[in-house]
């Protein structure tokens, strides 16, 4: 599976923002697609996952309210809205896929910078 991550960029506090993550190559019917960010000086953080056969969701605990993952199963993609950018937000966004029954991330995205200014 190749992922291609798109929608990233500079915008101001308070906007919105959706995020696009474009998978090729396989069929996704048995993966999970997750959204990752990594700030700087800061580890990788899970941000939200979605499982592609059923599209139930997932979050972590500090993103849920503002950030919303959903998938475009025409396109073979995910999108990841976030709304009410803060700062902190900043972060290299990414998106990555693993079979549902197994942890280890398999497919990973080069990722997209997102950078939110207040």
């Known amino acids: 599976v190749q992922l291609a991550e798109s929608g990233g960029g500079l915008v101001q506090a308070g906007d919105s923002l959706n995020l696009s993550c474009a998978a090729s190559?396989?069929?996704?019917?048995?993966?999970?697609m997750v959204w990752f960010r990594q700030a700087p000086g800061k580890e990788r953080e899970f941000v939200a996952a979605?499982?592609?056969?059923?599209?139930?969701?997932e979050y972590a605990d500090s993103m849920s309210g503002r950030f919303f993952i959903s998938r475009d199963m025409n396109k073979n993609a995910i999108n990841l809205a976030i709304n009410t950018l803060k700062p902190e937000d900043t972060a290299v966004y990414y998106c990555?896929?693993?079979?549902?029954?197994?942890?280890?991330?398999?497919?990973w995205g080069q990722g997209t910078q997102v950078t939110v200014s207040s």
């Open positions: 990555a896929a693993r079979l549902f029954f197994i942890h280890d991330y398999e497919y």
């Open positions: 190559g396989r069929t996704l019917s048995t993966y999970v």
């Open positions: 979605i499982k592609w056969s059923d599209g139930i969701t």
